[in-house]
């Protein structure tokens, strides 16, 4: 998956690309190697300790990295005078490695620590901060919507009953309540849905998506390349509906008298998806769920 998503940009050799999501740069260095000496990367990551580690690691000329969400993309590309000029974008979303297995960051359900979730500690409030300040139904809601966890009124009732008595503070904690409602899958750790939907949430993971897609169009180049790895379904589905409105034309009912010049001319061409293999399943667990998705933008806009 790692290839083809690199594979999926078409690189240029003096092309300029973003990889949205820089983590600890795998991507940005695998687009770098194809670059030539006039090709640039613009990476993103709303999580400074990614930044810091671009700092103390990445010694390249080629590369600018900043600290931001990337759905401030557009604006911050705008200011460069880059925007209808980036080759390609890449997005490898959720939380990378390092975010899961520091336990202080809180995205672990097996390693005691606060319940943060935050991808970037600047800004919001922590998941603890909003466990404790939301009512039983919204936070209901919230698992059921972004973890589709079919005992989400279960787990915030259990949830309400634990604050009722002391606070819910760390990440152990708010894993044993989880599993004292819901039954033990195999290879599925019980709180696996919940963290899920309480992290999307907290870091607004989908809306950041979505306005980040419409973005796009105006910051590709004709033929750029939107290449992009998601890790659950309901990321990938926003991705695909995107995908599918921006390159499907309407059927028109049959036999109308319709010009070449006078059919729907779209921004996006789909081409097409691909899973991790066999192998990279073995190696990463996580890469299981994976979908990569291949656009490329049109001459037309
Ligand atoms: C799966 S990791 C990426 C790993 C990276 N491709 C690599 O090779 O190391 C996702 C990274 O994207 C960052 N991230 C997630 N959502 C983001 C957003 N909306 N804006 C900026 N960075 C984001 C996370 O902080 C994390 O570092």
């Known amino acids: 998956m790692f290839n083809e998503s690199i594979k ?70 705008s200011k460069k005078n880059q925007l209808g000029k980036i080759n390609g974008i890449l997005m490898d979303l959720g939380v990378s490695s390092p975010q899961l297995d520091n336990a202080e960051r809180g995205f672990s ?15 919001g409030i922590s998941a603890s901060e909003w466990l404790a300040t939301t009512n039983e139904t919204e936070i209901a809601n919230v ?68 306005d980040t897609l419409e973005q796009t169009l105006d910051i590709l180049a004709p033929k750029g390349r939107l290449s992009i790895i998601t890790f659950h379904s309901i990321e990938d589905r ?24 006078e059919t729907e001319k779209m921004p996006l061409k789909d081409l097409g998806k691909s899973f991790a293999s066999t192998k990279e399943i073995d190696n990463s667990r996580r890469s299981r769920s994976a979908i990569l998705r291949i656009a490329e933008k049109t001459l037309i806009c």
């Open 8 to 77: 999926g940009l078409a690189i240029k050799n003096n092309g300029i690309y973003i990889d949205a999501t820089f983590g600890r740069g795998g991507h940005t260095q695998g687009i770098l190697d194809q670059l030539g000496d006039d090709g640039k990367v613009i990476a993103f990551d709303q999580d400074i300790t990614a930044i810091d580690y671009a700092q103390q690691y990445f010694n390249d000329a080629r590369l600018e990295v900043i600290h931001s969400p990337f759905a401030n993309m557009r604006t911050i590309l």
């Open 143 to 210: 698992i059921y919507q972004f973890g589709e966890e079919r005992r989400s009124r279960h787990i915030a009732s259990a949830i309400k009953q634990f604050q009722a008595e002391t606070p819910l503070e760390t990440t152990l904690q708010l894993a044993n309540i989880v599993a004292s409602v819901v039954k033990t899958k195999k290879n599925k750790h019980p709180a696996t849905r919940t963290f899920q939907a309480i992290r999307i949430f907290i870091n607004q993971e989908l809306e950041q998506l979505s």
């Open 238 to 261: 926003i991705v695909k509906q995107f995908i599918q409105k921006k390159s499907k034309q309407r059927q028109l009912p049959k036999g109308l008298p319709i010009m070449n010049n």
């Open 109 to 123: 359900f097996n390693a005691e620590g606060p319940l943060d979730m935050r991808m970037d500690q600047t800004v």
